[in-house]
């Protein structure tokens, strides 16, 4: 079944402990990305990257980094929580970076940040 | 990315078609209509796009207007899972516009036994 697979789905933490959340897809989707969704704000860009070894940051990157070593894989990292980064987090992969092809989302992460 | 006008909300009988409106008046002619929809907290999901002509798939049919001005989602026969918030989206199929899909309020759908 193709699928985008994040974990963990929930997670609370302290300000200031590194974390990871993975993101997995088995559909050889060269584009993925991260978004954070809070009430009154929709869904925001946060890095997305073209392919392996490609990536660039969105419209909300500050506090985020990405790394995107394997094809299949996108992690998104915390280095340094704060409790502004309280959200529900997507990650998201597409055929490609040309704007033509249907978005598959990950159930989503639900962090936060105390 | 052209703008969308959605309402902000709308009830469906089950069992029932549910006709999603949606306005985008300033659409470019390169631009495309996608339609996603969100359930309670969960990944959005994509449903259909089209660019001029109608499109139906597995879960739903697609109406644009000859001008493009404005689109239809069509939910034959709305059943009680398919309450969620529904997401109209224009955007162009370009290198250049990238992937990042920008959500506006979207349309609340209640569908209701």
């Known amino acids: 079944e193709a699928q985008v697979t994040q974990n963990p789905r929930y997670l609370i933490t302290v300000t200031g402990k590194k974390l990871t959340v993975t993101c997995s897809q088995n559909m050889n989707h060269e584009y993925m990305s991260w978004y954070r969704q809070d009430p009154g704000l929709g869904l925001r860009q946060i890095y997305y990257s073209m392919n392996v070894e490609v990536t660039d940051k969105g419209d909300v990157p500050e506090g985020y980094k990405v790394s995107r070593k394997e094809k299949r894989n996108f992690p998104l990292i915390l280095e340094s929580p704060s409790p502004n980064q309280t959200s529900l987090y997507f990650c998201?992969?597409?055929?490609?970076?040309?704007?033509?092809?249907?978005?598959?989302f990950g159930q989503g992460t639900r962090l936060t940040v105390v | 990315d052209a703008k969308t006008t959605q309402p902000p909300s709308m009830d469906c009988a089950e069992g029932r078609a549910a006709n999603l409106p949606c306005n985008h008046s300033?659409?470019?002619?390169?631009?495309?209509v996608y339609w996603y929809r969100q359930i309670h907290s969960q990944g959005p999901q994509y449903i259909i796009h089209g660019l001029k002509n109608n499109e139906t798939n597995e879960m739903a049919s697609l109406i644009i207007t000859e001008d493009r001005k404005s689109s239809t989602l069509i939910l034959p026969h709305a059943t009680l899972r398919d309450t969620a918030v529904y997401y109209c989206i224009v955007r162009a199929h370009s290198p250049a516009a990238g992937n990042k899909l920008t959500f506006g309020g979207g349309t609340r759908v209640l569908v209701k036994p």
């Open positions: 300033t659409i470019s002619g390169n631009e495309y």
């Open positions: 998201a992969s597409s055929l490609d970076g040309r704007g033509n092809t249907e978005a598959f």
